[in-house]
């Protein structure tokens, strides 16, 4: 048991530690892409310009790994409360709806629900989510179908986020939430690693069928709060 307090001690450490850097690496990479993106503009060359912009696309990449490294580990800054989920997800979709027109993606909502109310962060839920979504719309081709369905049954609030892209096999299935894999070229395989870390933060739970060829099924479970009265006697 003394051995496992002291990872733990070791590992917390660890993390705030490379918390503290991955901030540090941001504001020297904010300003060495600035001044690339300047030279960029006045470059003429084609194949020079080309480099550049994989220069451009790396420091990208470093900053998307920071940012979901950072959100991994720098936990403990929750501040929880009542939240209303449906107006939390009407946020995130309408913040991810030009997304949706540039792909050529439908997103469908259902989100006309009065009783979803959760306790917890209601920005790491909207996180959550927008995970979820982004995952759904670069799974799409044009034409392709994203829903986003909110409902409460039973004291349990649920949130699905079904597409209809490429489906997954069951050996992509078996690797989802580990840390770092990702199929994409631009990914940081940290998505769903966050996702489940704030859905366990929450006594939530994530679960993910998918196909193949036809779509992937997204679906969080919540349990629902009850609003107390202000005042009420105890
Ligand atoms: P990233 O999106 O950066 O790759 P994630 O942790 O969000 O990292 O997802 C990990 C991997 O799981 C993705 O690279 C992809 O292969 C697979 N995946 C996640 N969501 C979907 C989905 N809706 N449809 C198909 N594959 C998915
Ligand atoms: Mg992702």
Redesign the pocket.
């Known amino acids: 048991l003394e051995s496992r307090i002291l990872d733990a001690e070791k590992w917390s450490v660890l993390t705030s530690l490379a918390a503290g850097i991955a901030h540090e690496i941001r504001n020297p990479l904010t300003t060495a892409r600035g001044f690339l993106q300047l030279f960029l503009e006045r470059l003429c060359d084609e194949t020079d310009r080309r480099f550049l912009r994989l220069t451009i696309d790396e420091l990208d990449r470093i900053q998307r790994l920071v940012t979901d490294f950072m959100s991994l580990a720098k936990p403990g800054q929750s501040v929880f409360g009542l939240v209303d989920l449906a107006a939390a997800l009407k946020e995130v979709a309408e913040f991810i709806s030009p997304q949706a027109a540039l792909s050529n993606v439908t997103l469908e909502t259902e989100l006309e629900v009065n009783d979803a109310w959760v306790w917890g962060d209601a920005n790491q839920l909207k996180q959550v989510v927008l995970?979820l979504l982004?995952?759904?719309f670069?799974?799409c081709k044009p034409k392709d179908t994203v829903r986003l369905r909110l409902h409460v049954q039973a004291g349990l609030v649920t949130v699905e986020v079904a597409?209809t892209?490429?489906?997954?096999t069951p050996e992509?299935m078996a690797r989802?939430f580990q840390p770092y894999?990702?199929?994409?070229t631009t990914?940081?395989?940290?998505?769903?690693?966050v996702t489940k870390q704030i859905m366990e933060r929450h006594g939530g739970d994530v679960r993910i069928s998918?196909r193949p060829g036809e779509g992937?099924l997204?679906t969080l479970e919540l349990h629902q709060a009850v609003q107390s009265l202000p005042n009420a006697p105890i």
Do not use: I, R
């Not at 892209?165 to 997954?168: E, F, L, N, P, T």
């Not at 990914?187 to 690693?193: C, K, P």
């Open positions: 995970n982004q995952n759904a670069q799974a597409d892209g490429c489906g997954m992509q989802l894999y990702t199929t994409k990914g940081t395989g940290l998505g769903l690693t998918s992937t997204v």
